[in-house]
Structure formats: structure tokens, C-alpha cells
């Protein structure tokens, strides 16, 4: 899917002086975790909300979910799993 390209912080990525446009697969992911349902007011009942299992022992509820909301938004899930310290996601767009 390609998209407007933002930075890191979120912004739109204007670093070239004008609009960029990427693939947006990624950025999808992250503002699907990082938003908590209601947030996206386009698609209120869309989000993970990540940041409220920081401190949940049991992480299966937390991937169950990432899972669910990554196929409602049309991604093909693969994998979602997670080590120690990382995340692993292997999710992508249908091709259409």
C-alpha cells in the first residue's frame, strides 16, 4: 500500500521539500498498536492500545489482539509473536 511517508515522530515526511510517498505497511502497524480504540476517528473501534499491556504477565492476550485488529484492517497475518525485548510482526497487505 503506499501512503504519505512519515518521520519518525509521526510527522509527514516533507524532507525531500515536498510530500513523500512510501510504502505504508509499517506505519499502518505502528498507529495500529499505538492507538487505543476511539482514537482513529474514522474507524473508532479500530486499535491495539499497546502501551496499557506494558505491565501484563501473560502476553497472549496482547498478540490475540494485534492479530485481530492486522486482519480487520486487511493485512495477511503471518506471525505475531514476541521475544525478551521485541515485537515480531510478519503481516502485509493483500495484493489487489
Known amino acids: 500500500m503506499i501512503d504519505i511517508k ?3 515522530d509521526g510527522h509527514i515526511d516533507i524532507s525531500s521539500g515536498d510530500i513523500v510517498y512510501s510504502r505504508s505497511t509499517e506505519q499502518h502497524q ?3 498498536l499505538i492507538c487505543d480504540k476511539g482514537h482513529l476517528k474514522e474507524k473508532p473501534e479500530a486499535g491495539v492500545g499497546a502501551a496499557n499491556y506494558l505491565n501484563d504477565e501473560d502476553p497472549e492476550s496482547f498478540l490475540r489482539l ?3 485488529e492486522f486482519i480487520a484492517d486487511g493485512m495477511t497475518v ?3 509473536g514476541m521475544n525478551s525485548e521485541n515485537l515480531n510482526i510478519d503481516a502485509d497487505y493483500k495484493d489487489n
Open 6 to 8: 512519515h518521520n519518525q
Open 30 to 32: 505502528r498507529d495500529l
Open 66 to 68: 494485534v492479530r485481530r
Open 78 to 80: 503471518i506471525k505475531v
